[in-house]
C-alpha cells in the first residue's frame, strides 16, 4: 500500500451527492488510481489527469482511523470484500461521507490484480450516530501512542473488542449500522 498524506487542510464542510449515484474507482495493487468515475471526479472535484496514477490516499481525510484503512487492506489483500463507512477529502479541503464496498479485483487464474471500489451515501443518521462517535474514540487511542504503528494497532484491538462485545463480528458490525 502507498500512502501519500494530502496537504489539504479540511474546511469543516461538507458535499454530498445523490442517493441513486455510486462513486465508483479502481486501483492498481499500489492503490494507486486507474479509473474513476464522473460522480468521483465531481464530488472530489478532481479532473481525471489529476486522480489517474495518484494514490488513493490522495483523498483520505485526517480524521479517518488508521486502522480502519489496516483492516481494509488486510482484507481485499486476503481475496475478501468489506464494506467500510468512509469520509473523504476533497480537493478543496471539503469532505464527503460514503458506505464503501470495496472488492480485489481476479485475473482469470484467481491472481488478483487490483481493487475495485464502490461507494454510496451513507444511511440517514449512522454517520453522525455510531461512525463519528466511533471513528473519533479510535483516532484519540491511535494518537495516544507516541508510534503511530503501535497506536493504529492498539485502536485496531479497541476496534476488535467492541464488536466482539456486541457478539459480532466486523461484518456483521457494519451490515447492521
Known sequence: MTEK????????????????????????????????????????????EELLGQPHSIIRHPDMPRCVFQLLWSEIEAGREIFAYVVNLAKNGDHYWVYAHVTPSFDPHGTITGYHSNRRVPEAGVVDKVVKPL???????EESQPSRKDGMNMAARAMAQKVKDLGLDYDQFVQSL
Not at 135 to 141: F, H, Q
Open 135 to 141: 471513528y473519533a474514540e479510535l483516532r484519540k487511542i
Open 5 to 48: 498524506r494530502s496537504h489539504v487542510q479540511p474546511t469543516g464542510v461538507e458535499r454530498h451527492f445523490g442517493a441513486d449515484e455510486l462513486i465508483v474507482s479502481k486501483t492498481d495493487l499500489k492503490g494507486r488510481i486507474t479509473y474513476a468515475n464522473d460522480v468521483f471526479l465531481r464530488v472530489a472535484d478532481y479532473a481525471e
